[in-house]
């Protein structure tokens, strides 16, 4: 017999249909309907009727095997056989972030292709992989953004057995796993939810439409399917945390913010699983807020991406100033982004006309995400270009460098400890014919303004935009053999994060940079350790804050070094150990 609920207040009648039959479901006086059914057992599948209507999935379906559109799926979590009982997770602060998309990641495009190539992240030093979104989304293929079922787990990567068994590797390897998860809109295909409810509002709106409904008629219930769905991911499949997908499109005018509610939520259940769990935030507010604790009047996020930071490093080692790099483009911004956190804490923003955020002070810097590229910042490029395909590999491994050995969190985007070039490009699979002719159209005038012929611009629809996506693994072989390794460079790198403490202390204040914008080079000082970059295209001699003991790392050979400075080949970095407490 299985227990059946579903929140649906604006209904007259509701049925549960399975095996060919509807059952009645009763109601109760707050809009929820329940029903046992004798015949209905875990791997069954099953659908709502409402007011005789059509068959729709369950909201809080946690299987859709036949795609968002078909009949829901019981699962059984106390069936799977977890080994990984001795893992208690692992906290943020001082670890190293993999962002990966589970259908490009590996040829098969599944869970187990991804734990095909678990052995290969433990060797480069990976401590969290992050998985873009895997809740059930339209079609075969997409980015995860469009989903509609918040707690199915996508049929084409494997099922919820199949993240599981990618969770339980992970853990058995010392690696631990971060969700990205989407609570500030709903895909434009599949989205049912609306039938049964006011998860929507016209209150608000965002750049999808109507926005999520937290504040208005009905919130109560719409919170609640958000927090449960949070819980689920970290309880039932093991995860150690959740990336929330740009928070600042969670319109909340509650006296408790959503995601203040979703922080003490999340802070109980790990006190009561034993479990390290954290919640990571994408927002373009520049509010510290955001990562400032409850307890101090925060919403309580452990940390967020840092988008000023990747900015400020793009502009500096591509010379692009289109769009919202028009805002940087100097190693002030860069210093600025290392010292103080935010380069845009309160100062005037040109992109927006208008100025942007609030100081990050008293914040350590372990709650920022640094990163060299991210799935936006190269799929949000008209094609999906990669920075790789427009740096030497000298510049690849400062940029690498100035990432991590910085005060933040650093997040890698799969590839790039390869430098890789295949290209990751927004492609969707949806079998509306209409709205995938509005997504390729849309696309494609999106960059008219930009200058690029429509014609040059990837159809999101066509098969081969998702082909081209996927990482070609063959190239980390080459790399592998090739006489100055890009792969080996990160992995020594995230070796010296953890031999060299300084590079993991999060204190921004212990953070001194000095830089030449003409000469084109930047010295950061960790403690006592150097990271001293030549951006340049010629030699150049670098000054250093205190007497080199010795270069523990560089990036090419031909470097040299005295007790008052550096000599670094063009576009290059080395990091020194130094004597004395000297500051820059």
């Given at each position: 017999?299985?227990?059946?609920?579903?929140?649906?207040?604006r209904?007259?009648?509701?049925?549960?249909?399975?095996?060919?039959?509807?059952?009645?479901?009763?109601?109760?006086?707050?809009?929820?309907?329940?029903?046992?059914?004798?015949?209905?057992?875990?791997?069954?599948?099953?659908?709502y009727?409402?007011?005789?209507?059509?068959?729709?999935?369950?909201?809080?379906?946690?299987?859709q095997p036949?795609?968002v559109?078909?009949?829901?799926?019981?699962?059984?979590?106390?069936?799977?056989?977890?080994?990984?009982?001795?893992w208690?997770?692992?906290?943020?602060?001082?670890?190293?972030?993999?962002?990966?998309?589970?259908?490009?990641?590996?040829?098969?495009?599944?869970?187990?292709?991804?734990?095909?190539?678990?052995d290969?992240?433990?060797?480069?030093?990976?401590?969290?992989?992050e998985?873009l979104?895997?809740?059930?989304?339209?079609?075969?293929?997409?980015?995860?953004?469009?989903?509609?079922?918040?707690?199915?787990?996508?049929?084409?990567?494997?099922?919820?057995?199949?993240?599981k068994r990618?969770?339980?590797?992970?853990?058995?390897?010392?690696?631990?796993?971060i969700?990205?998860?989407v609570?500030?809109?709903?895909?434009?295909?599949?989205?049912?939810?609306?039938?049964f409810?006011?998860y929507?509002?016209?209150?608000?709106?965002?750049?999808?439409?109507?926005?999520?409904?937290?504040?208005?008629?009905?919130?109560?219930?719409?919170?609640?399917?958000v927090?449960?769905?949070?819980?689920?991911?970290?309880?039932?499949?093991?995860?150690?945390?959740?990336?929330?997908?740009?928070?600042?499109?969670?319109?909340?005018?509650?006296?408790?913010?959503?995601?203040?509610?979703?922080?003490?939520?999340?802070?109980?259940?790990?006190?009561?699983?034993g479990?390290?769990?954290?919640?990571?935030?994408?927002?373009?507010?520049?509010?510290?807020?955001?990562?400032?604790?409850?307890?101090?009047n925060?919403?309580?996020?452990?940390?967020?991406?840092?988008?000023?930071?990747?900015?400020?490093?793009?502009?500096?080692?591509?010379?692009?100033?289109?769009?919202?790099?028009?805002?940087?483009?100097?190693?002030?911004?860069?210093?600025?982004?290392?010292?103080?956190?935010?380069?845009?804490?309160?100062?005037?923003?040109?992109?927006?006309?208008?100025?942007?955020?609030a100081?990050?002070?008293?914040?350590s810097?372990?709650?920022?995400?640094?990163?060299?590229?991210?799935?936006?910042?190269?799929?949000n490029?008209?094609?999906?270009?990669?920075?790789?395909?427009?740096?030497?590999?000298?510049?690849?491994?400062?940029?690498?460098?100035?990432?991590?050995?910085?005060?933040?969190?650093?997040?890698?985007?799969?590839?790039?400890e390869?430098?890789?070039?295949?290209?990751?490009?927004?492609f969707?699979?949806?079998?509306?014919?209409?709205?995938?002719?509005?997504?390729?159209?849309?696309?494609?005038?999106?960059?008219?303004?930009?200058?690029?012929?429509?014609?040059?611009?990837?159809?999101?629809?066509?098969?081969?935009?998702?082909?081209?996506?996927?990482?070609?693994?063959?190239?980390?072989?080459?790399?592998?053999?090739?006489?100055?390794?890009?792969?080996?460079?990160?992995?020594?790198?995230?070796?010296?994060?953890?031999?060299?403490?300084?590079?993991?202390?999060?204190?921004?204040?212990?953070?001194?940079?000095?830089?030449?914008?003409?000469?084109r080079?930047?010295?950061?000082?960790?403690?006592?350790?150097?990271?001293?970059?030549?951006?340049?295209?010629?030699?150049?001699?670098?000054p250093?804050?205190?007497?080199?003991?010795?270069?523990?790392?560089?990036s090419?050979?031909?470097?040299m070094?005295?007790?008052?400075?550096?000599?670094?080949?063009?576009?290059?970095?080395?990091?020194?150990?130094?004597?004395?407490?000297?500051?820059?």
């Amino acid at each position: 017999m299985t227990d059946l609920q579903v929140w649906a207040p604006r209904a007259q009648q509701v049925e549960v249909e399975t095996g060919g039959e509807r059952h009645p479901m009763y109601r109760r006086p707050d809009g929820w309907w329940h029903a046992s059914i004798l015949t209905l057992t875990a791997g069954e599948d099953y659908a709502y009727v409402l007011d005789g209507r059509d068959p729709l999935p369950d909201p809080r379906s946690e299987w859709q095997p036949y795609g968002v559109h078909g009949p829901s799926r019981l699962v059984d979590h106390a069936a799977f056989g977890w080994t990984d009982d001795r893992w208690h997770g692992t906290p943020l602060r001082g670890r190293v972030v993999y962002e990966l998309h589970v259908g490009t990641f590996s040829p098969e495009g599944t869970f187990d292709g991804v734990i095909d190539h678990l052995d290969h992240l433990a060797d480069l030093g990976v401590d969290l992989v992050e998985l873009l979104p895997v809740n059930a989304f339209p079609g075969r293929w997409g980015w995860g953004y469009e989903g509609v079922d918040l707690y199915a787990v996508q049929a084409s990567y494997g099922g919820p057995e199949g993240l599981k068994r990618l969770v339980d590797a992970c853990h058995a390897r010392g690696i631990g796993v971060i969700m990205d998860v989407v609570y500030n809109h709903f895909g434009p295909s599949g989205n049912y939810l609306p039938q049964f409810g006011p998860y929507l509002t016209d209150k608000h709106q965002t750049p999808w439409g109507s926005a999520v409904n937290y504040d208005d008629a009905g919130s109560d219930e719409v919170r609640r399917f958000v927090l449960d769905n949070a819980a689920m991911w970290l309880r039932d499949y093991h995860c150690d945390g959740l990336r929330l997908d740009a928070v600042h499109a969670i319109i909340d005018t509650s006296a408790i913010h959503l995601l203040s509610e979703l922080s003490a939520e999340v802070g109980a259940l790990s006190a009561q699983l034993g479990r390290t769990l954290f919640l990571i935030a994408e927002s373009d507010l520049n509010d510290p807020r955001v990562v400032t604790p409850r307890e101090a009047n925060g919403l309580g996020m452990d940390a967020q991406w840092s988008d000023d930071f990747h900015h400020a490093l793009h502009t500096v080692l591509t010379g692009e100033h289109e769009g919202y790099y028009g805002d940087f483009g100097s190693l002030d911004d860069l210093a600025v982004a290392l010292t103080e956190g935010y380069v845009h804490g309160g100062r005037f923003s040109q992109h927006r006309d208008r100025r942007h955020g609030a100081p990050y002070r008293g914040l350590s810097g372990h709650r920022l995400l640094g990163y060299l590229q991210d799935h936006d910042q190269v799929g949000n490029r008209a094609a999906g270009a990669r920075i790789s395909t427009q740096l030497s590999a000298g510049l690849l491994q400062v940029g690498a460098a100035l990432v991590l050995t910085s005060p933040f969190t650093p997040l890698l985007w799969m590839g790039e400890e390869w430098g890789a070039r295949t290209p990751w490009q927004f492609f969707t699979d949806h079998d509306d014919v209409d709205l995938g002719r509005a997504i390729t159209d849309g696309r494609r005038q999106e960059f008219v303004a930009f200058g690029w012929d429509p014609s040059d611009v990837p159809d999101p629809q066509d098969p081969a935009t998702f082909e081209r996506s996927r990482l070609d693994w063959a190239e980390l072989d080459k790399d592998k053999d090739a006489e100055h390794s890009i792969f080996a460079f990160y992995r020594r790198l995230i070796r010296l994060r953890r031999d060299l403490p300084d590079l993991t202390d999060p204190d921004l204040d212990a953070v001194t940079v000095a830089y030449d914008d003409d000469k084109r080079w930047i010295a950061v000082r960790r403690g006592s350790v150097a990271i001293l970059a030549n951006l340049a295209a010629g030699e150049q001699r670098l000054p250093t804050p205190a007497p080199v003991v010795d270069v523990v790392l560089a990036s090419a050979e031909g470097f040299m070094f005295d007790a008052d400075g550096v000599t670094l080949p063009a576009e290059s970095v080395a990091i020194a150990r130094l004597s004395g407490p000297a500051a820059m």
